[in-house]
């Protein structure tokens, strides 16, 4: 296996701790601080707008508003808009990574991340750009660019020292 994809596929790992985290399935509580909070109930849904901060054990997530959607009583799914809304978490062996876009999806029950507007996903110095970046977690695929961008993708490699 080539350093490149060993890069890439730790990049993706890396991903999707990070995301994941925000699921509660690592049983470290979830804090949501914000300036102002919604809850629509007939949407099953909670607003948090200004200055957004959510945080659950080394993961951080900030952003303008975020809408958290539960159906049946479980995770639906998040949606986080900033310019940039952004996440920063730690692996276990204490490398960062970290994602950014004007907007952040992600879907519990299909297991899907989106990075929607300047996307761009970093672990160490190595990073993945585009306005789109979509990330199947269950399966582990992720896909850039495409019918949905209006950029081209860029992914920067550091050599190994």
Known sequence: MSRRFRCLQALLVALSLAT???????????KI???T?????????????GNVLLTQGEMRLTADSLTVFVKDGKLG??????????????????????????????????GLLELIGDGRLTQGQNRIENDHIEY???????KAGGKK?????????????
């Open 77 to 110: 799914r998040i949606e986080a808009r900033g310019n940039p809304a952004r996440f920063d978490s730690r692996l276990k062996d204490g490398t960062p990574v970290s994602g950014e876009a004007a907007e952040i999806r992600f879907d519990s029950a299909a």
């Open 33 to 35: 601080s914000a300036d």
């Open 136 to 142: 199947d977690l269950s399966r582990g695929n992720l």
């Open 37 to 49: 909070l919604e809850l629509d109930q007939k949407q099953q849904s909670t607003t948090y707008s």
């Open 20 to 30: 994941t985290a925000a699921s509660a399935a690592q049983g470290e509580p979830v």
């Open 149 to 161: 961008a209006r950029k081209r993708v860029e992914v920067i490699f550091q050599p190994s020292q």
